[in-house]
């Protein structure tokens, strides 16, 4: 980046180191009854609910979850891809 060039605006990032980890840990937890493994909207909903991040999306999920080095489409990894 040059010198001269001045910041760009945009959205600051939703989740930080903290908030990547609690989407990791849900992840790999125990899914709810009668459901084989977690979706992204469901880990989502989850961390609302239980008040660890503001409201983000499954997209948010997928990409702190990618930047973790977890394979979504492994069954051993706890996430459904849909």
């Known amino acids: 980046m040059p010198l001269n060039e001045k910041p760009r605006p945009g959205a600051s990032k939703k989740s930080g180191v903290k908030g990547g ?3 990791i840990a849900s992840a790999g937890s ?3 009854a ?3 493994c977690w979706t992204m909207q469901m880990i989502a909903d989850k961390l609302v609910q239980l008040k ?4 983000i999306t499954a997209e948010t999920v997928r990409c702190c979850l990618k930047k973790g080095g977890s394979n979504l489409g492994c069954t051993s990894g706890g996430v459904c891809p849909k």
């Open 52 to 55: 660890y991040m503001e409201p």
């Open 34 to 36: 009668a459901r084989n």
């Open 30 to 32: 125990r899914p709810p």
């Open 21 to 23: 980890a609690y989407v």
